[in-house]
């Protein structure tokens, strides 16, 4: 994802990884007081959630190329 960082490449991935874990669980896992969920979470979370599967299969893990 961040080919311009060079040797740097993988732990900015990582980080990534780690940053966009850390949205995507508080995201999907947010709930209102009366114990509903948010749909402007739900709908981040999702986001948050595809692109850190992106960035792993493609970048980290190497399996697929889109």
Same mark, same amino acid.
């Given at each position: 994802? !961040?080919?311009?960082?060079g040797?740097?490449?993988?732990?900015?991935?990582? +980080?990534?990884? =780690?940053?966009? %874990? +850390?949205?995507?669980?508080?995201?999907?896992?947010?709930?209102?007081?009366?114990?509903? =969920?948010?749909?402007?979470?739900?709908?981040?979370?999702?986001? %948050?959630?595809?692109f850190?599967? +992106?960035?792993? !299969?493609?970048?980290?893990l190497?399996?697929?190329?889109?």
């Amino acid at each position: 994802m !961040f080919e311009f960082a060079g040797d740097m490449e993988m732990p900015i991935n990582i +980080v990534f990884l =780690a940053v966009t %874990a +850390v949205i995507a669980w508080r995201g999907i896992r947010a709930r209102n007081p009366d114990g509903s =969920a948010d749909y402007i979470h739900l709908l981040f979370g999702c986001i %948050a959630a595809l692109f850190f599967f +992106v960035v792993l !299969f493609q970048d980290v893990l190497g399996v697929v190329k889109f």
